[in-house]
C-alpha cells in the first residue's frame, strides 16, 4: 500500500463548477501537505501548501487538512478551462528516515470544458 | 528570474546504451532534486543533494544510475545501460535549504527507450 493514495480520476466538469480533489495517508509523520499543479509537458508548480489542519484559502482554491484522519483535499470554486491540468497532492514528514522527503500522490487529471 | 532548467528535453535511444541528463538549478538554491515520473504517476525521488553532498539516495538504483553534482551548482544524472522500463520523465527540482521550503521544478527530460 502506497504512503500516499490519491483519487486518480480522471475529472470532467463544467466551466463554473466546484471541484474537490482528495487524498489520504498512513504515515502520521507528515506534517506538511502541499497541492501542485503539472500541466501538459511541464513540471509540478506549487499551487497551496499547509501545515496544519483546518483550511486554507488562496483565491479560488481552498485547502483543507484533516490529520486526525489523514485526509487532504483542495477545493477550485468557479473553475476555468485554463484549470485544466493534472493535480498532485504531497506531503513530507517532520521527522524519521525520510525527514525532508517530499512523497506525491498519483495525480488526478482534471479537464474543465467551457 | 530564471527558473531550473534542463536538457534536453526529449531523447529517444536504444536499450542497454548511456543517456544523460543535465540540471541547471535556480542560482542561489543549495538544494538540488532528482525525481522520475512513470506515466499516470507522480514524481518519485531519486536523489537529493544538499551543495555538493548526495544525502539521500536511497531510491537511486545503482547498478545503472549515477548522478554528480560536482561544485554543488549544475547537476548530472546518468544511465548506463537503459533498459526498456527506464522510459519516462526525469524531473529536476531545486529549493533553497529543505524541509519545508518550497520545491521548483524543471520541465524535465522526456526519455524512451526502444
Known sequence: ?114 | EAGVVQSPRYKIIEKKQPVAFWCNPISGHNTLYWYLQNLGQGPELLIRYENEEAVDDSQLPKDRFSAERLKGVDSTLKIQPAELGDSAVYLCASSWGTLNNEQFFGPGTRLTVL
Open chain 1, 1 to 114: 500500500q502506497k504512503e500516499v493514495e490519491q483519487d486518480p480520476g480522471p475529472l470532467s466538469v463544467p466551466e463554473g463548477a466546484i471541484v474537490s480533489l482528495n487524498c489520504t495517508y498512513s504515515n502520521s509523520a507528515f506534517q506538511y501537505f502541499m497541492w501542485y499543479r503539472q500541466y501538459s509537458r511541464k513540471g509540478p508548480e506549487l499551487l497551496m501548501y499547509t501545515y496544519s489542519s483546518g483550511n486554507k484559502e488562496d483565491g479560488r482554491f481552498t485547502a483543507q487538512v484533516d490529520k486526525s484522519s489523514k485526509y487532504i483535499s483542495l477545493f477550485i470554486r468557479d473553475s476555468q478551462p485554463s484549470d485544466s491540468a493534472t493535480y498532485l497532492c504531497a506531503m513530507i514528514p517532520a521527522g524519521g528516515t525520510s525527514y525532508g522527503k517530499l512523497t506525491f500522490g498519483q495525480g488526478t487529471i482534471l479537464t474543465v470544458h467551457p
